[in-house]
């Protein structure tokens, strides 16, 4: 007897299968299943299998984390890992709230309700923004007057939103389903109230831990649902408290539009809080920002394994970094690493690196929050997190392209734009974070990729750092690293104003090899001087290591910026062997014989394209420069 193939999924190797297989019966040896009524039964037996088969294949991918496609498959698969998925998030401003009072006004004490609104307008559309918590300050006196002072005053983008359950025999361990898909879970409030005619409240809290949480905690546990809502359980009286029959669960929280309201500054409140007569004063702190969409099914397939990693733990560097990512959406990438490995080592401390989100900062409020609330409680005794500022290398290209135009109906400008965009995307996608490094080969499969018409990509790649002074007219050394192997006289600063002696003079940074520096190789060092509009030697400022990169400025004194310009911009051409530009530090071993040259690991470098605009007044270089030409080849 024929065997049939159970192992084809295509319906035309399905239904050929069953073919070959009734053929090799004596029954229908000599059927002609093409002609035949046998042809539709085959026909419908090979959809029916290949139906099943791709339900099978559909079930089987919804079992796994990576393959998953639902929302409610990845969800349910992150929640067997502990992981619950990051709701929307509401823009968060910070202000300076001040209400001198109405004269009838006689407390001493003045509470600014959590369900105070505050408004702000952004392109003619009002949204309103309410404080996190309810605060209670008491009156002082100040130079506005005396009065009530809200300082450092949070405030959130949404809509105040309340919601009540009854609890009866069937949940009284929950769950209970917030009805409104964009809560921000951190404005949570939960409220037990005793019965509908006993008003006595209780407050519940919001534990991710069990271990923290014995059988009489008031505690409720967040996840999220089928449906993309989210879901309050709370204990069985061995793991939290169980509610009791009767109860009612009073949950209010703030609905929110995501990152619509990002960088909104003025706002306002039209709330009578003492009297008519009272004068209300509303200081930006910082503007809005850390607004952000329910976090992306993407995003969940990404976060959830390493989460897991972690065990509610901070010892590796994976650990930290998973917990600090979790923790704050203004974070766009996190850099971690021991004492014993940073350069001198420091042992006891663990170093810490944050790059925020475009268009969002990172405050000192925001770290503090990560050191005492997210690390503190979970990273062994005795280990000190500390903070260190990312550091900015700009990498400014000048692009060479030719391409063919009679193989295209592009025009010379349409391939230009379409190679910034390719650029643009390039340093979005692979760069931009911190420990990423540039590639030429990668960029030009970028920029080949815009047009079949380009016949030639030609990159040259150039550095940047940027100075800001720490106070103008004030002598200050300083330690700037372009991480790479770079060429003597390509050193060029944009102008700025430098006492000199007992003069101010307009200067400009450039550098002059020592003897013995080069060519092809450039090793050695060189000297870095001020030189005047005439190019006149003023003074000397520093060194630079042209195998390293590094620059050392000594005792260089601004007196002030040209243009509109906060800062000194440093450009430097790279080693003709060096063009991909890499994070990594380079360092002199201490070596007297080879003076050999060892490349470290950087743990907070940035590669970022150079976007400064050409200006003539500050002689600031243009940081993206593509030239298109167009050459026909020969039929």
């Given amino acids: 007897m024929a065997q049939l193939n159970v192992s084809e999924l295509d319906f035309e190797q399905i239904k050929q299968s069953l073919k070959t297989f009734l053929q090799g019966q004596s029954e229908f040896s000599d059927y002609d299943f093409e002609g035949s009524g046998l042809n539709v039964l085959l026909d419908t037996l090979a959809y029916n299998t290949h139906y099943n088969a791709m339900l099978t294949h559909l079930l089987a991918n919804e079992n796994f984390l990576d393959s998953a496609i639902k929302r409610s498959s990845v969800v349910s698969i992150a929640k067997s890992l502990g992981y619950t998925p990051r709701s929307a998030r509401g823009s968060t401003a910070t202000i300076d709230f001040s209400v001198i009072p109405d004269a009838a006004y006689t407390s001493n004490l003045m509470t600014l309700s959590r369900d105070v609104p505050f408004t702000t307008s952004l392109d003619n559309t009002s949204y309103i923004f309410y404080p996190r918590e309810t605060v209670v300050v008491a009156k002082e006196t100040r130079t506005a007057g005396t009065g009530f002072y809200f300082d450092d005053l949070k405030i959130t983008e949404g809509t105040r939103i309340s919601n009540s359950f009854l609890i009866d025999i069937n949940n009284q361990s929950g769950p209970l389903t917030i009805p409104n898909i964009n809560v921000d879970t951190t404005t949570i409030r939960v409220r037990v109230q005793t019965s509908g005619t006993n008003f006595g409240l209780n407050t519940y809290t919001e534990y991710s831990n069990f271990t923290e949480v014995s ?30 029959v009767g109860n009612v669960v009073i949950v209010d929280y703030i609905t929110t539009n995501g990152n619509v309201t990002d960088t ?20 930006l702190g910082a503007q809005a920002s850390g607004g952000q969409s329910k976090e992306s099914i993407d995003s969940i397939r990404q976060t959830a394994p390493r989460f897991n990693q972690t065990r509610n733990r901070a010892v590796t560097s994976t650990d930290y970094q998973s917990l600090i990512l979790n923790s704050n959406s203004n974070i766009n990438s996190c850099a971690v690493w ?12 663990v170093f810490i690196s944050l790059t925020p989100q475009a268009g969002q900062i990172i405050t000192q409020n925001d770290k503090d929050t990560i050191r005492t609330d997210i690390i503190s409680p979970k990273a062994p005794v005795g280990i000190l997190a500390e903070f260190v500022d990312p550091t900015y290398v700009y990498i400014q290209l000048i692009v060479g392209i030719i391409y063919d135009p009679k193989t295209t109906a592009l025009t010379s400008g349409q ?26 080969s990668k960029l030009h499969k970028y920029i080949k990729d815009t047009s079949p018409s380009i016949i030639s990509v030609n990159i040259n790649p150039k550095l940047q750092v940027r100075h800001s ?28 104003n430098s006492v000199i002696t007992s003069g101010d003079f307009q200067v ?33 400022v520093g060194t630079i290591d042209y195998d390293t990169g590094i ?69 600031a270089r243009k940081g993206l420069d593509i030239l298109v030409s167009q050459y026909v080849e020969d039929e």
């Avoid at 309050?232 to 009791?244: E, H, S």
């Avoid at 490995?341 to 401390?349: A, E, F, M, V």
């Avoid at 940074?509 to 060189?526: H, Q």
């Fill in 508 to 540: 400009k940074m450039v550098d002059v090899p020592n003897s013995g520096v080069n060519p092809p190789e450039y090793t050695g060092s060189g000297v870095i001087y001020l030189n005047d509009n005439n190019d006149n030697r003023l003074s000397k």
């Fill in 551 to 619: 620059v050392t400025l000594l005792n260089l004194t601004v007196s002030s910026y040209l243009g509109s310009d906060t800062f000194i911009r440093i450009n430097m051409k790279p080693h003709d062997d060096d063009k991909d530009i890499k994070t990594q530090t380079l360092v002199r071993v201490s070596d007297p014989i080879t003076s050999a040259v060892e490349a470290k690991p950087s743990k907070n470098t940035v590669l970022r394209v150079d976007d400064t605009v050409l200006n003539p007044v500050t002689g």
């Fill in 215 to 244: 059988s009489s905690t008031k505690a409720y546990f967040l996840e999220e649902d089928l449906d993309g809502l989210y879901l309050l359980r709370f204990g069985d009286n061995i793991i939290g408290k169980k509610l009791d």
């Fill in 338 to 349: 021991g004492g014993e490995t940073n350069d001198p080592p420091i042992y006891g401390k």
């Fill in 264 to 283: 909104a500054k003025s706002f306002s409140c039209a709330s009578v809080l003492t009297g008519a007569s009272e004068n209300r004063l509303i200081t």
């Fill in 469 to 496: 002074m720490g106070s103008l007219g004030l002598g200050e050394s300083v330690t700037l690293n372009f991480n790479s192997h770079v060429e003597p006289r390509t050193l060029h600063s944009t102008w700025f």
């Fill in 415 to 440: 391939i230009q734009s379409g190679i910034q965009g390719a650029t643009d995307t390039y340093f979005s996608t692979e760069l931009n974070v911190l420990n990423k490094n540039f590639y030429v």
